[in-house]
């Protein structure tokens, strides 16, 4: 049976229409495999908060739309893999739709 190791997901939270200011969740997720942060996302999503607010489209890099900052880099979270505990913000926090969602640029 395959080892499943456990990664801590900090990740940047804010809704603009009922939040003063932004804060941090932090979720524990099982890397099975090869996983990238989007599928922890949407693990995060499915298992633990169905709020949390982030682009998903293509998740094959061709879309474009699912750049964060991933540990402070931006990156294309579909593209991205998680391996050890990592911090997800949006790409821009000040054009914030909500949480990892933001305006495009
Ligand atoms: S979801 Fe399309 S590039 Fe990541």
């Known amino acids: 049976m395959e080892e499943k ?3 801590k997901v900090k990740s ?3 809704d603009p229409q009922k939040d003063e200011k932004p804060y941090y969740d932090t979720f524990n997720v099982p890397i099975s495999g090869k996983m990238s942060v ?3 996302l949407v693990y995060i999503r499915e298992n ?4 949390l607010a982030f682009f998903i489209n293509c998740r094959l890099g061709f879309c474009r739309r699912c750049l964060i900052r991933v540990n402070g880099k931006s990156c294309f979270s579909c593209l991205t893999d998680a391996e050890d505990d990592i911090v997800v913000e949006p790409l821009i926090k000040d054009q914030v739709i909500r949480d990892l969602w933001s305006k495009d640029i």
């Open 48 to 51: 633990e908060d169905p709020s």
């Open 12 to 14: 940047f939270r804010f």
């Open 38 to 40: 989007q599928d922890c």
């Open 5 to 7: 190791k456990i990664i």
